[in-house]
């Protein structure tokens, strides 16, 4: 596997379910992202994950919840959605640093979150 | 003051032809301007990237040009081809890893 890795691809899920994405770097990064994207509408971040600490939550519905065990792994704990919430959900990761090169997103491929 | 705002939302364009998308900016803090391209059931790759010290960056085909004073900034692809035909992404981020993406331009290229 290289890469941004994203599973599952596709998910479906009630309003009442409890779901996960999960998102894994083979990259070597440091810091790992989750981006929603929406038809017409700019990718919105989500969370940010640096050296394993969340530094950045963009005032994110408490329905969403991130995890992130180690520089590796990124979850995305899904609980009680709205049918607003269906949308491309994309995991990202990055090296962070001043050097050439630095902090640029490396997306994986996304999962496709429907929520009836 | 955060928004990054890019036109057009769809762009039509015949081989060979030249396709333009801009973007314009207001934080003048931005220092780093890359452009994405995403192809369906892909997510996006970075495609070409600027900084504000230059007005020209060319890759190939794909070239930026950036203009300072008007916080502006646009792609341009040379002999356009169908395998272009993607979404466009244009970002503007200052310093680490705070992007501010566009809304995207879904080029097709006839062939």
């Known amino acids: 596997e290289t890469g941004v890795t994203q599973t599952p691809r596709h998910l479906v899920m009630g309003m009442t379910n409890k779901k996960s994405l999960k998102c894994e770097q083979h990259l070597g990064h440091n810091a790992m992202y989750w981006y929603k994207q929406s038809a017409k509408k700019p990718l919105e971040l989500m969370f940010v994950?640096?050296?394993?600490?969340?530094?950045e939550n963009n005032s994110v519905p408490s329905r969403f919840s991130p995890e992130c065990p180690n520089s590796s792994h990124l979850f995305l704990h899904l609980h009680t959605l709205q049918p607003e919430d269906s949308a491309l959900y994309l995991c990202?990761?990055?090296?962070?640093?001043?050097?050439?090169?630095?902090?640029?997103?490396?997306f994986g491929a996304g999962s496709r979150l429907t929520v009836l | 003051q955060q928004q990054v705002k890019q036109s057009p939302q769809s762009l039509i364009v015949q081989k060979g032809g030249i396709s333009i998308i801009n973007c314009a900016y207001e934080?003048?803090?931005?220092?780093?301007f890359p452009w994405y391209q995403q192809f369906p059931g892909k997510g996006p790759a970075l495609l070409i990237a600027i900084r504000p010290d230059v007005s020209e960056k060319k890759e190939g085909r794909f070239t930026i040009s950036f203009n300072k004073s008007a916080k502006q900034f646009s792609l341009h692809i040379m002999d356009s081809q169908p395998g272009d035909s993607a979404t466009y992404f244009c970002?503007?981020?200052?310093?680490?890893?705070?992007?501010?993406f566009g809304t995207g331009t879904r080029l097709k290229v006839l062939a």
């Open positions: 990202a990761s990055s090296q962070e640093g001043r050097f050439s090169g630095a902090n640029v997103l490396t």
């Open positions: 970002a503007a981020s200052r310093g680490t890893y705070k992007y501010i």
């Open positions: 934080n003048t803090a931005f220092d780093y």
């Open positions: 994950y640096s050296l394993e600490e969340r530094v």
